[in-house]
């Protein structure tokens, strides 16, 4: 079946600094990627979509500036958390879909980055 | 706002009882709904999804059961077992939305022996 591989598992970063996260489709080519964030024993709250070859959409309350999104091939989007703070610490998730699915079709999720700022 | 909503939080069920998990939506427009379970530290992975136009879906042990006109759906688990144990999500998506998924609280169930 679709593999979403997600990288790092975990990361310890340092207030300031700043964190990225890779999102690869593994055995298909990805067209949109979503970005979700999970804090402890809580739902997954969409962050932003990204297409392929085009600038991601951010869900409301989220920053842009602050979480940017690179999708620039078929198989990897990024997430760069920017200048992290304490209160970024969570856990981020991608799912993508792909090229030929409809828009119904099954996720597949990666398995999170668990990110900490210290 | 949430527009999925989940019930319980949390469930705890003997080996080989049913676990039901309950999810109630607002937006008409949804038309897929899908189950997903998660484990400690991983990604959801998907379970089991229904569409509005049949009110059951059977897989193995896990069945959707979905009533349009109360605009609710469920998940029943048969014959629980202790590798159950997760945390279950309903979601709904709309056509035309890209899979963009509104998933419910979630409930996390404990099977014991």
């Known amino acids: 079946g679709a593999v979403v591989s997600q990288h790092p598992s975990r990361v310890i970063c340092k207030s300031g600094t700043s964190v990225k996260i890779e999102c690869r489709s593994l055995d298909f080519q990805a067209t949109t990627m979503f970005w979700y964030r999970q804090f402890p024993k809580q739902s997954l709250m969409l962050m932003a979509t990204?297409?392929?070859?085009?600038?991601?959409?951010?869900e409301q309350g989220v920053e842009k500036d602050k979480f940017l999104i690179n999708h620039a091939s078929l198989t990897l989007s990024t997430l760069t958390v920017t200048s992290a703070h304490p209160e970024d610490s969570s856990f981020y998730i991608c799912?993508?879909?792909?090229?030929?699915?409809?828009?119904?079709?099954?996720?597949?999720f990666g398995n999170g980055t668990r990110l900490t700022v210290t | 706002q949430q527009q999925v909503k989940q019930s319980p939080q949390s469930l705890i069920v003997q080996k080989g009882g049913i676990s039901i998990i309950n999810c109630a939506y607002e937006n008409t427009a949804f038309d897929y709904f899908p189950w997903y379970q998660q484990f400690p530290g991983k990604g959801p992975a998907l379970l089991i999804a229904?569409?509005?136009?049949?009110s059951e879906k059977k897989e193995g042990r896990f069945t959707i059961s979905f009533n349009k006109s109360a605009k609710q759906f469920s998940l029943h688990i048969m014959d629980s077992q202790p590798g159950d144990s997760a945390t279950y999500f309903c979601a709904a998506s709309m056509s035309g939305t890209a899979s963009k998924l509104t998933f419910g609280t979630g409930t996390r169930l404990q099977v014991t022996l």
């Open positions: 229904i569409r509005p136009d049949v």
């Open positions: 799912s993508a879909r792909g090229r030929r699915q409809g828009n119904n079709s099954p996720l597949h």
């Open positions: 990204s297409n392929e070859g085009s600038k991601a959409t951010y």
